[in-house]
């Protein structure tokens, strides 16, 4: 059973940061590329960032500029770190995997809650 585990998420002030992980087997990490999407109460799943086995990097606009995705080879994590965050960041966040990061990945976390708020 694929089990991608994801961490990090929390309550924190505007303006400030967190790192969400995710973590899964080896065979995940180096067969597919990972990604976060995020959903927010009443509203659709959305694309947050990407990245490929080669560390190709995509964002979604909203976030660029302040979140950076990358990932640990010798963990098999992939980190979200979050910097300047604002209360509509507020969302639960989710890790997949696939060859390609859609909506309709194979491969999905449980979820990881992130509240921003003062």
């Known amino acids: 059973q694929v089990q991608l585990v994801e961490s990090g998420g929390g309550l924190v002030q505007p303006g400030g940061s967190l790192r969400l992980s995710c973590a899964t087997s080896?065979?995940?990490?180096?067969?597919?590329?990972m990604g976060w999407y995020r959903q927010a109460p009443g509203k659709e799943r959305e694309f947050v960032a990407g990245?490929?086995?080669?560390?190709?990097?995509n964002y979604a606009d909203s976030v660029k500029g302040r979140f950076t995705i990358s990932r640990d080879n010798a963990e098999n994590t992939v980190y979200l770190q979050m910097n300047s965050l604002k209360p509509e960041d507020t969302a639960v966040y989710y890790c997949?995997?696939?060859?390609?990061?859609?909506?309709?990945?194979?491969?999905w976390g449980q979820g990881t809650q992130v509240t921003v708020s003062s």
């Open positions: 997949a995997a696939d060859i390609i990061i859609t909506r309709d990945s194979r491969y």
């Open positions: 990245i490929s086995r080669l560390d190709n990097t």
């Open positions: 080896r065979s995940i990490f180096s067969n597919f590329a």
